[in-house]
T-cell receptor
Framework: DTGVSQNPRHKITKRGQNVTFRCDPI?????LYWYRQTLGQGPEFLTY????????KSRLLSDRFSAERPKGSFSTLEIQRTEQGDSAMYLC?????????????FGPGTRLLVL | DQQVKQNSPSLSVQEGRISILNCDYT??????FLWYKKYPAEGPTFLIS?????DKNEDGRFTVFLNKSAKHLSLHIVPSQPGDSAVYFC???????????FGTGTSLTVIP
């Protein structure tokens, strides 16, 4: 049984560069979520997909952020023109259907450091 | 606006004793609550959940209590073990929403 996987686990980049993260959810999970966690805070919701459709985006997701889930399986999160304030842990989670009172299962996260 | 609050950033407990972690929420629409455990450099791991139709849910050494009138939930760990040392997050969701709202976490240290 494989859980949610994320790659890379760590990314260091210079301000202004673009970065892309990948998330592979638990097999057959229809719902996929992206969260961001900064130091001393809990995870904060960014966006979620039901299969390939992106259904909700947080106001935290600025125009420099874009997420895709092209075939309803893995997802990518791209940050363009990175800023130092983007430094955080980016977490991906998945759930089976996205129904009432359904648990989300998290991956190990991608830690981003923008210099 | 923090809708889920964990007011104790840290807690230290002797091995074998009870650990009690607390969480308060402000949104009366929340109806599903979870506790996650997080080790450094790892993602949160699901621990236990409770629906608003219940006031208690138990799983082995872990019990979650929900007091809806007080908008308060707590996680009891009995007996506490050194391997329980981690950061614990409570999270909440509403039937009308699809995201979880997380608290800021409580770092538990179980002293051998």
């Amino acid at each position: 049984d494989t859980g949610v996987s994320q790659n890379p686990r760590h990314k260091i980049t210079k301000r202004g560069q673009n970065v892309t993260f990948r998330c592979d959810p638990i097999s057959e999970h229809n719902r996929l979520y992206w969260y961001r966690q900064t130091l001393g805070q809990g995870p904060e919701f960014l966006t979620y997909f039901q299969n390939e459709a992106q259904l909700e985006k947080s106001r935290l997701l600025s125009d420099r952020f874009s997420a895709e889930r092209p075939k309803g399986s893995f997802s990518t999160l791209e940050i363009q023109r990175t800023e130092q304030g983007d430094s955080a842990m980016y977490l991906c989670a998945s759930s089976p259907r996205g129904g009432f009172q359904e648990t989300q299962y998290f991956g190990p996260g991608t830690r981003l450091l923008v210099l | 606006d923090q809708q889920v609050k964990q007011n104790s950033p840290s807690l230290s407990v002797q091995e074998g004793r009870i650990s009690i972690l607390n969480c308060d929420y402000t949104n009366s629409m929340f109806d599903y609550f979870l506790w996650y455990k997080k080790y450094p450099a790892e993602g949160p791991t699901f621990l236990i959940s409770i629906s608003s139709i219940k006031d208690k849910n138990e799983d082995g050494r872990f019990t979650v209590f929900l007091n809806k009138s007080a908008k308060h939930l707590s996680l009891h760990i009995v007996p506490s073990q050194p391997g329980d040392s981690a950061v614990y997050f409570c999270a909440a969701s509403a039937d009308t929403g699809n995201q979880f709202y997380f608290g800021t976490g409580t770092s538990l240290t179980v002293i051998p």
